[in-house]
């Protein structure tokens, strides 16, 4: 999501990888991803910006999931 939110379009990912990767990204809106990148660029260091990253992508995968 942060990716997305800062612009990025294009993704590296392995072959293996693609199916899930296009599905997490059709799952997400780019107005979503725009209001992730925000918060993360308000926040004060690192190891906040990864917790919350990684707490975002927990609710995203279970709700892609279920």
């Known amino acids: ?13 392995p072959a293996a990888a693609i199916p899930e990767i296009k599905q997490v990204v059709r799952s997400v809106s780019v107005a ?3 209001a992730v990148a925000a918060r993360a660029l308000e926040m004060n260091s690192a190891r906040e910006v990864k917790a919350f990253l990684r707490d975002q992508m927990r609710r995203l995968l279970a709700e892609t999931v279920a």
Do not use: H, P
């Open 1 to 13: 999501q942060l990716l997305l939110g800062l612009g990025l379009r294009q993704l590296s990912v």
């Open 32 to 34: 979503d991803c725009q």
